[in-house]
């Protein structure tokens, strides 16, 4: 059953093969088992999850449910669940149950999905191998050495290892593509506006979206056609037409499935700064492409070096403000001791915020003072349009971006943690993409020595589906998201 | 000592009258228990997000377009972020360098004088919530409490150029923007509940000086009486400071009602680094034509185009039109009444509106909107005085009643207690045949040349009807008589 497809899954529920309940049990059990090793979970609560699954079981044998209903979720801790523990993988809301429901967690709860639990994450979003988690690091099922990447890496690694059917993430600068690529998992970042970012707690509000983590492209595109949508409680959600996305992927195949689609290849991705295994693997994928009927076409991106440098500005600035709420006044962690207001916020502060946190907020408040702002802020913005140019460019000539998604497969636990530069390198194909606001996806493009790489798709505003159908039929000639790891029987 | 020139500019928040917050759907009513009228975006929990109020935008529009300044196609929010306990999010979400209204003026009146003063700018932005603290009625255990009612308040905060001279100026700046916002439909006011608040940066130069002096601020001035002083305390000072060698510093000073003086609260060296930037959450704000026309298409006439039209239409004195054009209701209550009495009828209507009318709203302390009598009541009432159906003082009478809820109409009134006036010759003469037959020695007073006489004839004339003859009439035929 854990190898089932969602689709599988939703059939064998349907059909009264498993019920909710005996799947959420399952996973449950999965969890007990295996989560003290991986630490991927933060909560779980089997009774609230269980009471759900017997609601979407009275659903199914009502003959009334759909894709989802009665699957187990797991939530990355973002994302607001009432009566749910709710810390963004920080000390600072280690002491917060939410009162209210994440526009992404009532969609699923419409659906008739399982929450399953809420998982770990790095704090407050910011980092790239899920180390700088209040909670501890998560460890990567295909090796318990390394990293399975971040900031959704407690999300990846309990669908990695099964302990989750899917789930759900969110990327600011790569943080579902990453720990995707890392795990061997299907991760896609949608269009900035397409998912609510209501009850998502901020990092960057400019570049933070939701999407989903699964085992295959198929399962992103049931997962999507929940979490999007228009909330008017999102100012920057997008009124649109709902669509589809697994409209493409039944289509019938063919021999040449991607006939007429033409892949676009930037020099920028494949030079140095690429390790050369990830390189090799994401060029036998090209060849695959070819295969499958695509056409490739040279292209350049050439604002894409000034893309790191740009996004930790604008990163730092917005979460500098985005997190002053957490000032010990209303929830949250507040200091024991403290002689005056002023003292209780820089106790509260210093006490319930991580290292790599307090660094950005520094950053920020330095790159938005006085005298600072218009050389770092307003330069960045500049370079954020340059960026979006060279993307809308690019798409002039082709219909999807291809690349590696990170420069390497998972870097052991610590490899990196103390040189914040090399980390925030580890993201340097997927940062661009949140600055020109595109989706991508990242799905799994092979192992080198055992561990898992992943290759990216970027396609141009709206272009989930396209991208999802891309992924989709690479996936169905070459199933290496079929891979599990070992060890989690 | 040297002749001093003051220069003031006024930063003025006024509360708008929407029904929700700028940002969220909690109600604005003022006087709620504490934190009953915040919501989950008002107390910024986390992964909440602001939505503007379009209603919000309508009242910058409305004010906008009352003082001729430009309405931006294209403006921004941005946050200004310091950490306060009562400012839950950690930042203030305020328009900072694109600003929906810029420029425009308003016009006051000083004395006799007129003055145009120019509008630099308004732009919209939240209002803070209160920390409550000991004392004060408040029950906190030596602890301060928060409450965020008013967190999210919408405000429209209105800059004007440092164009006003001296405190008469600025008192006379805030009444008229006051009476203008109240007029318009998007401020209650309210100044005792913190809904026109002013700040005022006043610096003094000596005349004849291009440049400006150095300007303190006054912050929070919320009654037109305490700007008066605090501006008047403020000027004397500097001025002192100056002339004894001293300097004065920039800073940010408070008004002290008890003592009437003001207070540095923070120097230049301290003042905050605010650290805006545009507010990522919310898109900017896009005005069209068509909303900025379909809005002014509903605004009222007003008040100094008002004022004119009384003058031209009705031919009443400037002053008279000033009076009643100092609020939309009044000048309504005119209208109204003027439609009712006929135009003819204008001054006496003026008269009715502003003596009468005004003395009993006064001493029973009512709004215009409160009075018993209705200016449909009220013009019917004078239009039975100007044709002569009544005569003024029977008019009172009926004012009374009509105050006092005894009828629905004058002319309801007039009918039941039979108080037309006897103008008909035949009625009066036949009265005034009696009287003088049964006062010769009056008769023989005024033949005698005592037009005392005459007058209390009229007056016994006036009596024997209950006030009800025409006393033009009786004057007329009584000489006649006597002639």
Avoid at chain 1, 2 to 28: F, G, K, N, P
Avoid at chain 1, 195 to 202: E, F, H, L, W
Avoid at chain 2, 182 to 201: H, K, P
């Amino acid at each position: 059953m854990i190898e089932h497809s969602l689709q599988a899954m939703a059939r064998s529920l349907a059909d009264r093969e498993i019920s909710s309940v005996e799947l959420t049990q399952l996973y449950l059990d999965r969890i007990v088992r295996h989560n003290s090793g991986l630490n991927a979970f933060i909560t779980v609560d089997p009774a609230a999850s269980l009471a759900q699954a017997r609601a979407a079981d009275e659903r199914l044998a009502r003959g009334e449910g759909g894709p989802l209903t009665g699957i187990p979720i797991a939530h990355k801790d973002i994302f607001c669940a009432k009566d749910w523990l709710t810390t963004c993988g920080s000390k600072m809301l280690s002491n917060f149950v939410s009162p209210y429901d994440a526009a992404v967690i009532s969609r699923f709860g419409e659906a008739g999905a399982v929450m399953l639990g809420k998982t770990n994450m790095d704090e407050f979003a910011m980092g790239s191998s899920n180390e700088t988690s209040f909670y501890g690091p998560v460890r990567n099922p295909w090796d318990g050495s390394c990293v399975p990447g971040g900031s959704s890496g407690g999300s990846a690694a309990a669908v990695a290892a099964r302990l989750a059917p899917a789930a759900t993430g969110t990327d600011t600068g790569g943080s579902i593509r990453q720990p995707a690529a890392l795990c061997n998992l299907s991760g896609l970042k949608p269009t900035y506006g397409v998912v609510s970012r209501y009850g998502m707690i901020a990092f960057a509000s400019s570049l933070d979206q939701a999407g989903p983590l699964g085992r295959s492209a198929a399962d992103c595109a049931i997962l999507l056609n929940v979490m999007a949508g228009f909330d008017d409680r999102d100012s920057t959600s997008l009124d649109r037409q709902r669509e589809d996305y697994c409209r493409e992927l039944a289509a019938p195949a063919g021999n040449k499935p991607l006939a007429g689609l033409t892949i676009g290849l930037p020099e920028e991705f494949f030079g140095e700064g690429c390790s050369a295994e990830v390189t090799r693997l994401v060029e036998a994928a090209i060849a695959e492409y070819r295969k499958l009927g695509a056409e490739t076409v040279a292209i350049r991106l050439p604002s894409m070096g000034l893309a790191v440098a740009a996004y930790y500005v604008i990163a730092p600035a917005e979460a500098s403000s985005n997190l002053a709420r957490f000032d010990g006044v209303r929830y949250g962690h507040r200091a024991a001791d403290y002689r005056d207001l002023t003292d209780m916020y820089c106790k509260s502060r210093a006490q319930g915020f991580g290292a790599e946190v307090k660094r950005r907020i520094l950053i920020g408040t330095y790159v938005l003072s006085h005298g600072y702002y218009d050389a770092y802020y307003l330069q960045a913005q500049r370079v954020r349009r340059l960026i979006a140019r060279d993307f809308a460019e690019a798409f002039r000539q082709c219909d999807v971006i291809l690349g590696p998604t990170s420069p390497s497969t998972a870097f052991k636990l610590g490899e990196k943690a103390a040189d914040p530069v090399q980390m925030y390198l580890s993201d340097i194909y997927t940062i661009a993409v949140n600055l020109a606001g595109l989706p991508a996806i990242s799905i799994p493009c092979g192992f080198a020595s055992g561990l898992p790489a992943g290759l990216q798709l970027i396609g141009n505003y709206f272009s989930e589906a396209r991208l999802l159908h891309a992924a989709h039929r690479y996936q169905q000639e070459n199933p290496w998201h079929l891979q599990h790891p070992d060890g989690f029987a | 000592m040297k002749p001093w020139e003051v220069v003031i500019g006024i930063e003025t928040h006024a509360q708008l009258s929407t029904r929700a917050k700028i940002f969220s759907g909690s109600s604005t009513a003022f006087g709620a228990a504490p934190n009953l009228q915040a919501n989950a975006v008002d107390i910024a929990l986390p992964g909440v997000l602001p939505v503007l109020n379009k209603g919000a935008v309508e009242c910058a529009i409305r004010f906008g377009l009352a003082v001729g300044a430009k309405i931006a196609e294209r403006s921004i929010f941005a946050r200004k972020n310091y950490f306060y306990p009562d400012l839950p999010k950690g930042y203030q979400i305020s328009q900072y360098e694109l600003p929906v209204v810029v420029g425009g003026s308003l016009a006051i009146s000083v004395g006799e004088r007129e003055k145009l003063i120019s509008l630099t700018r308004a732009h919209l932005e939240e209002d803070a919530g209160k920390s409550l603290h000991e004392g004060a009625g408040q029950q906190l255990h030596g602890r301060s409490g928060i409450d965020l009612n008013r967190a999210g308040t919408p405000l429209l905060e209105i800059v004007s150029e440092p164009e006003l001279r001296s405190a008469a100026e600025a008192v006379a700046y805030a009444r008229t923007l006051h009476a203008l916002l109240r007029w318009i439909g998007i401020c209650d006011g309210n100044m005792q509940e913190g809904s026109f608040r002013c700040d005022a940066n006043v610096s003094v130069r000596p005349i004849g000086q291009a440049q400006f002096g150095t300007r303190r601020e006054i912050k929070n001035l919320n009654s037109f009486r305490f700007l008066q002083q605090a501006i008047e305390y403020e000027v004397q000072w500097q001025i002192a400071t100056i002339e004894e060698g001293g300097r004065v510093e920039q800073a940010t000073v408070l008004f002290d009602p008890d003592s009437g003086e003001t207070r540095a609260m923070r120097s230049k060296e301290d003042a905050h680094d605010y650290r805006y930037f545009p507010d990522p959450d919310l898109l900017p704000l896009l005005i069209d034509r068509p909303w900025v026309e379909q809005i002014r298409s509903q605004m009222p006439e007003l008040p100094l185009a008002k004022r004119d039209r009384l003058i031209a239409d009705y031919g009443l004195s400037a002053y008279d039109a000033n009076v009643l054009t100092t609020s939309l209701e009044l000048a309504d209550y005119y209208e109204a009444t003027v439609a009712a009495a006929g135009k003819a009828n204008a001054k006496t209507c003026a008269n009715w509106v502003m003596v009468d009318l005004a003395a009993r709203l006064n001493k029973e302390d009512r709004e215009i909107g409160e009075s018993p009598v209705a200016a449909e009541q009220l013009g019917a009432l004078i239009a039975r005085i100007g044709d002569g159906t009544i005569s003024t003082n029977i008019g009172r009478k009926i004012f009374d009643a009509l105050w006092n809820g005894e009828g629905s109409s004058p002319d309801e009134i007039i009918f039941r207690q039979g108080l037309q006036q006897i103008s008909d010759s035949s009625s009066l003469e036949a009265l005034l045949d009696e009287l003088l037959a049964a006062n010769p020695a009056m008769v023989a007073e005024f033949r005698a040349g005592k037009e005392k006489a005459f007058n209390a004839l009229v007056g016994q004339a006036m009596k024997a009807t209950r006030g009800k003859a025409n006393p033009q009439r009786v004057s007329e035929l009584l000489r006649k008589k006597l002639g």
